[in-house]
T-cell receptor, first 113, second 115 residues
Framework: DTGVSQDPRHKITKRGQNVTFRCDPISEHNRLYWYRQTLGQGPEFLTYFQNEAQLEKSRLLSDRFSAERPKGSFSTLEIQRTEQGDSAMYLC???????????FGSGTRLTVV | AQSVTQLDSQVPVFEEAPVELRCNYSSSVSVYLFWYVQYPNQGLQLLLKYLSGSTLVESINGFEAEFNKSQTSFHLRKPSVHISDTAEYFCAVSPLAGGSYIPTFGRGTSLIVHP
């Protein structure tokens, strides 16, 4: 069990560019969550997968955001046409089938310049 | 829907002093409760959780939290803090049932331990 891995750790991009982040959850966890955290705030829910199915999406997830979990293992979060307001820490978490807590990755810090 | 209120954005305290970080929640359904800790530029680490049973839960590093259903609170306490406890602390709740168990977080409390 190597924990939840996120890649890259940091990403600086120009406004208007597309970016993609990857999350590798704990292998036996079937639940996967994406959160966004801005400075001085708690994590805000973006989307949730159970296995490969995307079951819930927050209203924060505009049409520029898309997430996938193609084989129920790793997940990607893509942001198209980035805006300065997208600058944040993007956190991924995974959890087992029962509700015994979540394991978070170290996050990807996105800076849009 | 659930919401979490962390009443203090910052709590400064001297080393070896006791501390309490307050958390209140609102929910129309029964919930599980969690405290997470976040060190600079890192993800969140689970500190402790209340699922059922005894309302007092403890972590391995001396923190404890007590679930109070009537006051809808889950305050975090430590009798004697250390410099290394300086971090951001987040309270979270997730619904007991429903399958998604999506946690809702508070805005966080920054614990600053001074020597």
């Amino acid at each position: 069990d190597t924990g939840v891995s996120q890649d890259p750790r940091h990403k600086i991009t120009k406004r208007g560019q597309n970016v993609t982040f990857r999350c590798d959850p704990i292998s036996e966890h079937n639940r996967l969550y994406w959160y966004r955290q801005t400075l001085g705030q708690g994590p805000e829910f973006l989307t949730y997968f159970q296995n490969e199915a995307q079951l819930e999406k927050s209203r924060l997830l505009s049409d520029r955001f898309s997430a996938e979990r193609p084989k129920g293992s790793f997940s990607t979060l893509e942001i198209q046409r980035t805006e300065q307001g997208d600058s944040a820490m993007y956190l991924c978490a995974s959890g087992p089938g029962s509700n015994y807590g979540y394991t978070f990755g170290s996050g990807t810090r996105l800076t849009v310049v | 829907a659930q919401s979490v209120t962390q009443l203090d954005s910052q709590v400064p305290v001297f080393e070896e002093a006791p501390v309490e970080l307050r958390c209140n929640y609102s929910s129309s359904v029964s919930v599980y409760l969690f405290w997470y800790v976040q060190y600079p530029n890192q993800g969140l680490q689970l500190l402790l959780k209340y699922l059922s049973g005894s309302t007092l839960v403890e972590s391995i590093n001396g923190f404890e939290a007590e679930f109070n259903k009537s006051q809808t609170s889950f305050h975090l306490r430590k009798p004697s803090v250390h410099i290394s406890d300086t971090a951001e602390y987040f309270c979270a709740v997730s619904p007991l049932a429903g399958g998604s168990y999506i946690p809702t977080f508070g805005r966080g409390t920054s614990l600053i331990v001074h020597p």
